[in-house]
C-alpha cells in the first residue's frame, strides 16, 4: 500500500507571526521545512503527505502551494481562504490558478480560536463552506468539543460536502474525561460524508508521561463510529515533536486502532486520506 501521511505542516517563524505559537512551545518555534520531513518519511516508509494551513492568510496557502509543487511526496494541501469574503469563490480559483495550485485539495479555518462556538452556524460562513464543496474541495473542521454541535449542523446542511474532523476533536486526554467529548462527537460518526483524523492525540495528553493505553479510549470510540473507511492518519508533524517524535506518532497510531484487519489497516493509513482528499495516488501499489 501507500502510506499517506495526512496531516502535518511548515513554518518558518522568521519570515510570519504565528499566534497559537506560545511559549510552551519554543521548542519547536523554528523553522520546520521540506528537508526536515523528508528523510523521516523515509524512516517511516510514507510515500504521500497532505501539507495543511497554520494561520490565517492566503499568502502562506500559496507559498504552501508553491512548495507542494516542488517537492512531489506533497500530494495535496489544505489552505486557508476568508470564507466570509462575498468572492470566496474567486479568492479559491485564484489559488488554483497559482503555483502549485492543481495541488489545493481542501481548505480549513481555526475554528476552534473563534470566540463564538457558534461561528460555524452564521450564515455567511456556511456560504463560504459551501464554496469550498461547490469548488470540489474538502474541509477539515478544527474544532474542539465546544464547537461541535455547530459542526454537526453544518455538516448536516452541507450533505454532500466532504468533510474531515482534525485531531479527533482534540479531546481532554491528559484528564482523562470522555463522556461530554463523546457526546458530541458521536453523532457526527453517522454521516457518512464525514472523515475523521487520527492525529494530534499525543499532544492532547501529558507530553511527557503519555502513553499509548491514554490514547485507546479515544481511538477505539472514533474507530466505532467512523468506522475504519473513514479513519485517517496524520502526524501532525512538527507539532507533534513537543510529545513525540515522527516515529513515535505512527508507532503510537499503530498500536492504539488495535486488531483491525489488514486491510482496514492499509484504509486507514493510506486510501482513506486518497479518498478524502480525491489524490492523484493509488491506494495501492501496482
Known amino acids: 500500500m501507500v502510506l499517506i501521511d495526512a496531516h502535518h505542516h511548515f513554518w518558518d517563524p522568521a519570515r510570519r507571526s504565528y499566534p497559537w505559537m506560545t511559549d510552551a512551545l519554543a521548542a ?18 510514507v510515500e504521500r503527505t497532505i501539507l495543511v494551513q497554520t494561520v490565517s492568510s492566503e499568502d502562506e496557502t500559496r507559498e504552501l502551494l508553491a512548495t507542494a509543487a516542488q ?44 470566540p463564538d462556538p457558534e461561528w460555524l452556524r452564521r450564515a455567511d460562513v ?40 482534525d485531531h479527533i476533536a482534540k479531546p481532554p486526554i491528559a484528564s482523562g474525561a470522555i463522556d461530554e467529548w463523546a457526546t458530541r462527537l458521536q453523532p457526527l460518526g453517522a454521516l457518512p460524508n464525514v472523515f475523521c483524523k487520527l492525529s494530534g492525540m499525543v499532544t492532547e495528553a501529558d507530553w511527557k508521561k503519555w502513553r ?35 516515529a513515535q506518532v505512527i508507532d503510537a497510531c499503530r498500536t492504539a486502532i488495535g486488531t483491525v484487519s489488514n486491510s482496514e489497516r492499509e484504509r486507514i493509513f493510506g486510501a482513506n486520506a486518497a479518498e478524502l482528499y480525491r489524490l492523484p495516488v493509488p491506494a495501492r501499489r501496482a
Open 28 to 45: 519547536i518555534r523554528r523553522r520546520f521545512g521540506p528537508e526536515d520531513l523528508r528523510p523521516l518519511l523515509e524512516r517511516s516508509g
Open 212 to 246: 499509548v493505553a491514554q490514547l485507546v479510549p479515544y481511538t477505539r470510540r472514533v474507530l466505532e463510529w467512523f468506522g475504519p473507511g473513514r479513519c485517517v492518519f496524520g502526524s501532525d508533524w512538527p507539532v507533534c515533536l513537543v510529545a513525540a517524535s515522527y
Open 71 to 114: 517537492h512531489d511526496f506533497i500530494a495535496g494541501v489544505v489552505g486557508w481562504v476568508d470564507l466570509i469574503a462575498p468572492d470566496v469563490a474567486e479568492h479559491i480559483a485564484e489559488l488554483r490558478a497559482s503555483s502549485g495550485g492543481a495541488k489545493l485539495v481542501g481548505i480549513r479555518h481555526q475554528v476552534h480560536d473563534e
Open 126 to 165: 456556511r456560504r463560504g463552506i459551501r464554496a469550498v464543496g461547490d469548488a470540489g474541495l474538502a474541509y477539515d473542521l478544527l474544532v474542539r468539543t465546544r464547537e461541535l454541535p455547530a459542526a454537526l449542523a453544518t455538516v448536516r446542511e452541507l450533505p454532500d460536502m466532504r468533510f474531515v474532523i
